[in-house]
């Protein structure tokens, strides 16, 4: 509906020495984000653009917003979908595809377990589920953020509609109990 260039800048006062007040701007230097699977890489460019467009075709909701496993265990991520314009099958992954190059992974001893997962949903329905599991040599990681994902296809083109993130931890492993 509207396109425009944007700028975000941050102020604050800070009281000097002498006890008067001063105000500080700066202004936040947008990049962009390339890279291969599981490496990220940033580079400086001189505009960030904003896009107001209409609701989505489908919005997809994540539940619970941040979850913690421990290594062997495994959790569901419940993903509710409200369907506005497609009513058409959507396959729900948590790796981005491109057809045939895979543009991202799990962090390291993080799996999809499909046997207890519903990704693929026919036809008008809304509710799906994604089963992640940590193995048992799992690395830990804090708060790293992840997203679901609902592939679909119009017209024969390959679409993708994100869900918003969650945040995930893998804890270290748990102390074995201690026999009497």
């Not at 940033?42 to 496993?69: F, H």
Request: net charge neutral; charged share 20%.
């Amino acid at each position: 509906m509207d396109v425009r260039d944007v700028q975000v800048v941050g102020t604050a006062m800070i009281k000097s020495s002498d006890g008067r007040l001063h105000a500080i701007e700066r202004i936040a230097q947008p990049f962009e984000t390339f890279g291969e699977a599981g490496q990220t890489n940033y580079s400086p460019v001189r505009t960030a653009t904003v896009a107001v467009a209409e609701g989505s075709d489908l919005i997809l909701e994540c539940s619970p917003k941040e979850l913690t496993l421990h290594p062997g265990e495994s959790v569901t991520i419940k993903v509710k979908i409200t369907r506005n314009k497609y009513q058409g099958p959507l396959e729900l992954n948590v790796i981005v595809w491109n057809l045939t190059q895979r543009l991202n992974k799990l962090p390291e001893g993080v799996v999809l377990d499909e046997l207890r997962s519903k990704t693929s949903l026919g036809e008008n329905e809304t509710e799906g589920q994604v089963t992640l599991r940590a193995s048992p040599h799992a690395v830990p990681f804090e708060n790293q953020q992840m997203v679901v994902l609902g592939q679909i296809t119009y017209n024969r083109v390959f679409m993708t509609r994100v869900a918003a993130p969650f945040r995930m931890t893998v804890a270290p492993a748990r102390a074995a109990a201690v026999q009497k």
